[in-house]
T-cell receptor, first 112, second 112 residues
């Protein structure tokens, strides 16, 4: 069985501030982990993924995430928020031939 | 990166009408998925396919049906649309080499 838990359904940050979106996972096999972003009226776009190579993964738009096995976490960060980062972000997990499981999403608001 | 196309992007239709939402991908991916997503909410898997002539129901019960006659095409059909079917429908395909799902832009359906 596998699951992801996204802590905080809504996160607000000021423009230029650090963005931190939290994701914890549970998996009985070594997982693949993903972050997707969804803008209004759009599909999901892959931001980055962890597939057991480097634990620090860099993605598009300046985002990165660090896989921490000891904490079962895969938090998404960006040093400086931009207005265009306002969107909904989904953490997801797959592994062991299972289907991808998505978290419930975190809406990021960027305050000017 | 996969190219996944969904048509129509937006559809307004009356109760009782039959509709088919189209989804096509050009990367030869075997696995394809349909998700239902209410505005600002999480994704719910409603159908998936592991290849031609393979279709399975997902985690969320749905009155829709799907078919997979060709690898690149995975249409979803509602025989008799109802207001409760109003939602966004997202199609995705899975690149097994990269263990990654790629999403289409979605179809936003409104049933009056």
């Amino acid at each position: 069985a596998q699951s992801v838990t996204q802590l905080g359904s809504h996160v607000s940050v000021s423009e230029g501030a650090l963005v931190l979106l939290r994701c914890n996972y549970s998996s009985s096999v070594p997982p693949y982990l993903f972050w997707y972003v969804q803008y209004p009226n759009q599909g999901l776009q892959l931001l980055l993924k962890y597939t057991s190579a480097a634990t620090l993964v860099k993605g598009i738009n300046g985002f990165e995430a660090e896989f921490k096995k000891s904490e079962t976490s895969f938090h998404l960060t960006k040093p400086s928020a931009h207005m265009s980062d306002a969107a909904e972000y989904f953490c997801a997990i797959s592994g062991g031939y299972q289907k991808v499981t998505f978290g419930t999403g975190t809406k990021l608001q960027v305050i000017p | 990166e996969a190219d996944i196309y969904q048509t129509p992007r937006y559809l307004v239709i009356g109760t009782g009408k039959k509709i088919t939402l189209e989804c096509s991908q050009t990367m030869g991916h075997d696995k394809m998925y349909w998700y239902q997503q209410d505005p600002g909410m999480e994704l719910h898997l409603i159908h998936y396919s592991y290849g031609v002539n393979s279709t399975e129901k997902g985690d969320l019960s749905s009155e829709s049906t799907v078919s997979r006659i060709r690898t690149e095409h995975f249409p979803l059909t509602l025989e008799s649309a109802r207001p409760s079917h109003t939602s966004q429908y997202l199609c995705a395909s899975h690149d097994r080499n990269q263990e990654t799902q790629y999403f289409g832009p979605g179809t936003r359906l409104l049933v009056l």
